[in-house]
């Protein structure tokens, strides 16, 4: 049997943008913001970039693999629940014909409408598991192949966001003196991302944009004061 | 009219659960892989700490505001996508009376049988909305509260995660003397979450502990590498 239509989605880029935006949120933010708390306690670049990148490999393995695991567990769960409402519906069918019933009757059907959808699921049972799994369940089946680009999509757009902040601790080597070019690169590129972001989902990329940015600068504040109290 | 009610799911602790499983796997292993990729590159274990403890203000917060922004988002979402269904129902209602029949017609429903439930919500235009909301969309209604729980138990967990693993580098002076009981901390703290983490998820804990250990272990490692590859 065919799958059944995919949610309709009004504003959506579909699964990849949304990878990006997970790997790109925290990549943007997390090893600038460590790098800023940093350059509080250390002067030397060279020691700072070293922190960043360490982080930046870090925290993109961690992200990426991390979001392979999610997609490989909603992929188990969705079979087991399958299996499960499988053997339900022979082992318990009164119970799974009153679930069905109480879906539609919260739609206003009547007794008398809802009784030929039933006895059409009993007819055809594995429309009915279908049914179940999406309108009392609400689950998609999920795309076998989505594990591995997620965790490539996440870990990279981690690494990309994390590489642009760090750039001016490569090329001057006091790190006191890198750190406003640092800030000047992570806002320009979390305003850019978050107006991205914004137009892509929301509709709304001033609000995205501003939202990003005022993360990214408060978690950076407090990693720097963080940072200063314990040096 | 009331909620419709919730999807429900076989195996689940709710929202919460999801919020703590986010943010304590990347707190577990993300400034633990740094502390010990530093641990190549410096041997003072007080700059270590500095470095970790300021991953952990940058990643909690930055995690944290992410989950608020995103439960935000999702609030706006549903309000602009329910105002779309209200005016798509009144300026086309013959394209959203034909979505309706071919969601019922994958199912194996008969035109007939197809026709009350049209004719139902043709009557009760709210009903309607809610269906295809869910339906059509599959969207639940998100809770008005969920932001600011979502932001501290996400931010919370990312720093208790943190914490632990850092811990032997406040009482061992010599960072390479600290990373290997840091090393064991990470794993026991990994092992043991991802254990709970499989018996409340996936039904599977073994699997799901060496799942999160080997990802924090591969992370630690590629830190390490590369750190010292630029130290």
Redesign the interface.
Known sequence: MSN??H?????SGGETVRDVVIGM??GL??PF??AA??TG??AAS??V???G???????S???G??GY?AAR?DA??YA??QK?EEEEIVEKPHAERAEVA???R?????DA?IA??LE??EK?EE?WV??MM?????L?RPDPSRSRRAALTIGGAYAVGGIVPLAPYFFIADARAALPWSALCAVAALFAFGWAKGKA????PLR?AL??TL??A???A??????RL??
């Open positions: 059944p239509p949610f309709e989605r009004h504003f949120s925290d933010t997390v913001a460590l708390g940093l306690a250390i060279r020691l970039l070293t922190a990148l360490a982080e930046i490999a870090a925290g393995i961690a992200m693999l991390g695991l567990s188990d769960h087991a629940e499960r109480a879906i539609f919260h739609y206003g059907l009547t409408q030929p959808i059409n699921f055809n429309s279908d049914f999406r309108f009392e369940l609400g998609e989902t929301s509709g709304r995205s939202h990003t993360v990214g408060i978690a950076a407090a990693a720097y004061g963080l940072a314990v040096s």
